[in-house]
């Protein structure tokens, strides 16, 4: 077992989803998703990422998750429950939350919009 394994404790009934995450990472081609939620209009799904080569580092293959709007294939990778936290508390803050409600208003107003004759 490495370092960084031994760091993580793991409880008994997490070794089954650690099985099947590591059945998924060797099974899955690059880029395969798999849906895990939705919620409204948000899915979470989990992702293959693909090996990534750059000039400072070699990033093997890992799964991610992938936070993203129903009608759109962009979104968010998240690949670590560190960063995974950090988007959470950031979506609950006061001033993200209010700021939301404060589209809502904005972006239900009626454009009106007139053709002459």
Same mark, same amino acid.
């Given at each position: 077992?490495?370092?960084?394994?031994?760091?993580?404790?793991?409880?008994?009934?997490s070794? +089954? =989803?650690? !099985?099947?995450l590591?059945?998924?990472?060797?099974?899955?081609?690059?880029? $395969? @998703?798999?849906? %895990?939620?939705?919620?409204?209009?948000?899915?979470? +799904? =989990?992702? !293959?990422?693909?090996?990534?080569?750059?000039?400072?580092?070699?990033?093997p $293959? @890992?799964?991610a %998750?992938h936070?993203?709007?129903?009608?759109?294939?962009k979104?968010?990778?998240?690949?670590?429950?560190?960063?995974?936290?950090?988007?959470?508390?950031?979506?609950?803050?006061?001033?993200?939350?209010?700021?939301?409600?404060?589209?809502?208003?904005?972006?239900?107003?009626?454009?009106?919009?007139e053709?002459?004759?």
């Amino acid at each position: 077992m490495s370092k960084e394994e031994e760091r993580y404790e793991y409880p008994k009934e997490s070794e +089954e =989803l650690l !099985k099947k995450l590591e059945e998924l990472a060797n099974t899955m081609k690059d880029w $395969e @998703r798999k849906p %895990l939620v939705k919620v409204g209009r948000a899915i979470v +799904e =989990l992702i !293959k990422l693909p090996k990534r080569e750059t000039s400072k580092r070699l990033e093997p $293959e @890992r799964l991610a %998750l992938h936070i993203r709007l129903e009608d759109s294939f962009k979104g968010i990778f998240v690949v670590e429950s560190g960063e995974f936290q950090d988007i959470v508390e950031a979506l609950k803050t006061k001033i993200v939350t209010e700021v939301a409600k404060a589209l809502d208003a904005i972006n239900r107003k009626k454009r009106v919009i007139e053709y002459g004759l």
